[in-house]
């Protein structure tokens, strides 16, 4: 079955702890990106990438890094979590080339107490 | 700056009913359109992308319109099911098709 998944689902951890959402996708797509969700403003783009070893920021970066080391997999760290980046995780991939569509994993809920 | 706002922010209609999501933009350059719909606890879910030369496209009951001149979105839903009770998203890209541009989204109940 073609998808995108997400690990952990669910995730509480403390201000502080390094932590990594990892993302796979088995439709070798050429792009994958990742969002963040919070009550009344939508989803936001945090990082993408365009192919193996390319990536780029989106909108809102800070505090994130990600690595694009094998194509069907898109990690998500966050060296030093804060309480502001408590949300809800999306990852996305798709061929990144013409219309494409889009497809998004099932999301990761994260809370940093 | 470039944004992409909904309305209304909810909705609430009777099922069999039909109903219109409206979605505004200002993003520029422009390159696509898309609706998502997105059911709770999970990922969005592509309804349809509109280049700036479509003016409308359909997905079963779902309609997208689009007007490039006013910069202005449509999604008409017709004969509405319980199951399309969800967040129905704007989003759309500019000049970088790998940046897109979410709007805060709809969010619809189809009551029996």
């Known amino acids: 079955e073609a998808q995108v998944t997400q690990n952990p689902r669910y995730l509480i951890t403390v201000t502080g702890k390094k932590l990594t959402v990892t993302c796979s996708q088995n439709?070798?797509?050429?792009?994958m990106s990742w969002y963040r969700q919070d009550p009344g403003l939508g989803l936001r783009q945090i990082y993408y990438s365009m192919n193996v070893e390319v990536t780029d920021k989106g909108d809102v970066p800070e505090g994130y890094k990600v690595s694009r080391k094998e194509k069907r997999n898109f990690p998500l760290i966050l060296e030093s979590p804060s309480p502001n980046q408590t949300s809800l995780y999306f990852c996305a991939s798709g061929t990144g080339t013409g219309l494409y569509e889009q497809y998004f994993g099932p999301g990761t809920r994260l809370t940093v107490t | 700056k470039n944004q992409v706002e909904q309305s209304p922010q909810s909705l609430i209609i009777l099922e069999g009913k039909n109903c219109t999501l409206q979605c505004n933009y200002t993003v520029s350059p422009f390159s696509n359109l898309r609706w998502y719909k997105q059911d709770t606890g999970r990922g969005p879910v592509s309804l349809t992308i509109m280049t700036f030369s479509e003016n409308t496209k359909s997905n079963g009951r779902y309609t997208a319109t689009l007007d490039a001149d006013t910069k202005q979105s449509s999604l008409h839903i017709t004969a509405s099911q319980l199951s399309d009770s969800a967040s129905y998203i704007c989003?759309?890209?500019?000049?970088?098709?790998?940046?897109?541009?979410f709007g805060s989204g709809t969010r619809l109940l189809v009551r029996p």
């Open positions: 989003v759309v890209s500019g000049d970088s098709s790998y940046k897109l541009i």
């Open positions: 439709m070798n797509h050429e792009y």
